[in-house]
């Protein structure tokens, strides 16, 4: 399965999704596949690796290792951060009210395909 597909497979397979890119540590988004047509996984890639970055320094420090997961709940969408790789992440978009727990299995399994690609 390539790199869009399985993007478009989780954005899919979850009604309440808003949208799935994978992103590089850098911050840039290397593929997305999105519902909602306002959502701008650009700007979350950007702003969510410098996140990502400092709460795996965070992890380090007190002993956690490094960050697999990050979730971050707002007031209408939640975003769902997935270490794919040491140079890659997952970011899933879904709303507020969206099933998280599926939303973590979808993100968990997709990780798992793209790290053999990667």
Do not use: P, W
């Amino acid at each position: 399965m390539s790199l869009g597909d399985t993007l478009q497979q989780v954005t899919e397979d979850l009604e309440e999704s808003q949208g799935t890119a994978l992103v590089g540590m850098d911050g840039i988004v290397v593929e997305e596949r999105k519902r909602d047509g306002q959502l701008d996984l650009q700007a979350l890639g950007a702003e969510f690796s410098g996140l990502l970055k400092t709460a795996g320094k965070l992890g380090d420090s007190v002993g956690f290792g490094g960050i697999v997961e990050l979730v971050t709940s707002a007031e209408r969408s939640v975003a769902i951060l997935r270490q794919v790789t040491a140079d890659y992440f997952l970011i899933l978009v879904i709303q507020a009210d969206g099933n998280l727990g599926k939303a973590r299995f979808l993100l968990r399994r997709a990780a798992t395909q793209l790290k053999t690609e990667l």
